[in-house]
């Protein structure tokens, strides 16, 4: 059964059809993923007074409900170390259309991955695991399975993809902390069987993996059309 907070989430982004990233996170943080610590700034001294809490070099996102993909739209900063440099992307961002903020938040390190979900229409919620950022339509480097995920599972995702390797320490490099990457893949598995009567997708990209932390850098909740959802009940009728 979901929890009371992720329903709220979930009925008040209806009507924009997915789930901003704000919202994103405090949902994931709710269903037991790790997020980066972060703040929904929506002036330019909560900005300042957020980026001061979590400490800089920090990362800047524009928040809107016309802006879905918002590095197509230079709507993610990264490395912003210093008040100057903050107050400067602020106002930059809030000339984004229907800016409604900015999210100020860690920044975060590691094995860029991606991990996502989508509902099939014949087989369910299906699960996508591979080697993330801004190159991952390029290497294509994903393993599908469908949900719900076993250890099993996952252990033969990581496997499967072709840079295995770099998850498990390349040249000396620290090896991924795959134990968190586990617990993260079956927490996430068990809130996309829960939300599959309303979800049509999840994508989040990049999840950053190192020794110490598996953590969610980028999330985004698309949300089926109440219309369609209805559809399916008047069918089942």
């Not at 400490?55 to 016309?66: A, H, L, Q």
Request: with cysteine; aromatic share 4%; net charge negative.
């Amino acid at each position: 059964m979901l929890k009371k907070e992720i329903t709220e989430i979930i009925s008040a982004s209806q009507q924009a059809g997915w789930v901003m990233e704000p919202e994103a996170k405090r949902l994931l943080a709710i269903a037991g993923l790790e997020v980066p610590r972060f703040k929904w700034a929506t002036s330019m001294e909560e900005a300042l007074r957020s980026a001061h809490e979590i400490g800089y070099p920090i990362v800047g996102k524009v928040v809107s409900r016309n802006v879905v993909h918002k590095s197509d739209q230079g709507g993610v900063v990264l490395g912003i170390d210093s008040d100057k440099t903050l107050e400067s992307m602020y106002r930059r961002l809030s000339n984004i259309e229907n800016f409604e903020g900015m999210l100020v938040e860690e920044t975060v390190s590691g094995v860029e991955m991606i991990l996502g979900a989508k509902i099939d229409y014949q087989f369910g919620p299906v699960i996508l695991l591979g080697m993330g950022g801004t190159g991952v339509e390029i290497y294509k480097d994903v393993v599908v399975r469908m949900a719900p995920l076993q250890e099993k599972d996952v252990i033969s995702m990581v496997r499967s993809l072709r840079a295995h390797q770099l998850l498990e320490g390349y040249r000396g490099s620290e090896p991924v902390d795959l134990h968190k990457l586990s617990r993260m893949m079956k927490a996430f598995s068990g809130l996309v069987m829960e939300l599959e009567e309303v979800i049509e997708a999840i994508d989040l990209n990049p999840v950053m993996c190192s020794s110490k932390r598996c953590i969610v850098a980028d999330a985004r909740i698309m949300l089926q059309k109440e219309t369609q959802g209805q559809e399916s009940k008047d069918a089942d009728r």
